[in-house]
């Protein structure tokens, strides 16, 4: 019964678990920002905890809620242009970007035509849907608030529920809470940050050297930027080739020096610091983990697919200490006897 249970209780759930799963990610991030507001105030963990929640939607979900607007804006200028000049385009993409590789390649051939049809097609057929889906989105927007407030109010209690439950003792429970929120904390938050940043700089430099659309670009960079090894040169380099084609040799200059430095520069010094501290997991499992996070839970995968790894290295941790005897590897919280 207690099985059946839990089924069905999945099953109703389960809408609504990645909104759940970001809400969590949301609390273990602030929860200090919400000690602190606490301890200054001196209020109720309930009082404190409706604080937090109105400086996070007032310092992130504005101006998020700004930037959408503005992406949202200019990609549909842009479709309504592509749509408008449609011939135009092609030619200035065959001979920007397929021209030099006909030279070096002569026997190769793409149907532009029909690929940027197909693209056209599906962006016309989303914007429908993005304008019925926001009833949607501010549904999802509410739900989030609430798990957000009830997570930072009573996330501890929760986990000391789910210790109490667990068969584990109770410090293997708290080792794998303590390393699930140091993923959160350094890979989650630290990509996170860092990609926002290069997709800040990245659309800054496109408006500074003439790019039309910088906002949608720079929103495209930053989602780039999540992917490891490539990053903002998805969406950098085409803007660099599309300046120097059409003879905007000096725009085209800067925004190379722009890209190289502003943007390549926070890549490889914040980027191993922020996202590398306290993760534990090689690079290569991050890099397949981020890819196949995407793959298999969609947009969010890049923030659960890490997450996911994590636990699964935790629980190896846990079965080399249960069952292959090896000396425990335990964290300074969890030494303490503290969850997370």
Known sequence: M????????FVLFRPFLAVFAVAAMAAV?????????????????????FLTVLVVATLVLTPVAFLGYQVFTEAADLLTALSANRDAYLE????????????????F??????????????????????????????AGLFL???????????????????????????????DVFDRMSLAINSMVRGQLLVALIQGLLAGLGFWMFGIPNPALWGSLAAVCALIPGIGTSLVLVPGIVYLFATNQLWQGAGLLTWGA??????????GPTLIGKGAKIHPLFVLFSVLGGLALYGPLGFLLGPLTISLLFALLDIYRILVLKEHPILTEKTKNGKAP
Do not use: C, W
Request: proline share 5%.
């Open 29 to 49: 991030i602030v929860h200090p920002l919400k000690d602190r507001i606490k301890a200054l105030t001196r209020l109720p963990q309930g009082i404190a905890s």
């Open 144 to 174: 989030f608030l609430i798990a957000f407030y009830y997570l930072l109010k009573d996330g501890p209690r929760f986990i000391h529920s789910f210790v109490a439950l667990s068969p584990l003792s109770d410090r293997y429970d708290l």
């Open 109 to 138: 051939s793409i149907d532009t035509e029909a690929y940027v049809r197909q693209g056209l097609s599906v962006l016309t057929s989303n914007l429908g849907s993005i304008f019925s889906g926001t009833a949607e989105v501010l």
């Open 92 to 107: 200035m993409l065959e001979r920007i970007f397929l021209g030099p590789i006909r030279e070096m390649l002569p026997g």
């Open 261 to 270: 430095l502003a943007v390549g520069l926070i890549d490889n010094l914040l």
């Open 2 to 9: 207690l099985g059946l249970a839990l089924f069905v209780a």
